[in-house]
């Protein structure tokens, strides 16, 4: 399920090992619950389970809330920049003409790039307040759980298709929403309604 081969020894044995016990524990289970699309797709590929179910992540909305005034910054987020293409997220703010805000990356920050390397969990609601925009031209996801945090903040959405945020609209290789969208669609995600769709599944399995 690697999106690109790791390069280092370690990296390698790592892989190596996470795919040979995914596949191992997907052939051993009755059904398999994929967090997107993408990843019920991967799986069907190389398994026969008995039933395969998508249910997205959630979000946390009370954690996670619109700013009482908008953020004037594009936010990118993630410690591996080839792979979450921060180039590209780069080349749309120079063009927006907004500064950026970089979190999981070490570097000297300038006018065009404010770089955070390390924020704790509890800390990235402030984070997200500080922005208008998240985004997010990674190269390939599951369902990744910054957009959502992003959603629920309200912040205006521009993602890759290879992404797979399967819950926001897809226009051409995209996908794109405003702040308010963003929003009224993570609030029909939380966590509670997720947990009821995994106990449901659970349920009927029995």
């Known amino acids: 399920f690697m999106a690109k081969p ?3 020894l370690f990296g ?5 090992f ?18 997107s699309n993408r990843v019920k797709d991967i799986i069907s590929q190389s398994s026969l389970p008995r039933k395969i179910a998508v249910i997205h992540n959630g979000v946390d909305i009370e954690k996670f809330k619109p700013a009482k005034k908008r953020g004037t910054m594009a936010l990118w ?15 749309i703010t120079k063009k927006k003409g907004v500064k950026l805000l970089a979190v999981g990356l070490s570097s000297e920050s300038n006018a065009d790039v404010e770089f955070i390397p ?9 984070i997200y307040r500080r922005c208008f925009l998240l985004i997010y031209p990674s190269k390939w996801e599951g369902h990744p759980l910054v957009p959502l945090e992003a959603m629920a903040s309200g912040l205006d959405i521009i993602a890759s298709r290879e992404s797979n945020i399967e819950l926001l609209p897809l226009k051409g290789n995209h996908y ?4 308010k969208l963003a929003r009224k669609i993570a609030e029909k995600n939380t966590w509670h309604i997720v947990r009821t769709k ?3 599944f659970y349920d009927e399995l029995n």
Not at 12 to 16: C, D, E, I, S, V
Not at 77 to 91: I, Q, R, S
């Open 18 to 35: 996470l795919t040979s016990t995914s596949k191992f524990v997907i052939n051993n289970s009755n059904a398999v619950i994929a967090v």
């Open 6 to 8: 790791p390069e280092s």
């Open 118 to 126: 390390n924020v704790p969990s509890e800390q990235m609601p402030e």
């Open 77 to 91: 987020v993630g410690d591996n920049p080839n792979l979450k293409g921060f180039k590209h997220a780069l080349e």
């Open 198 to 200: 995994y106990r449901k």
């Open 12 to 16: 390698k044995l790592k892989a190596a």
């Open 176 to 179: 794109v929403a405003p702040g």
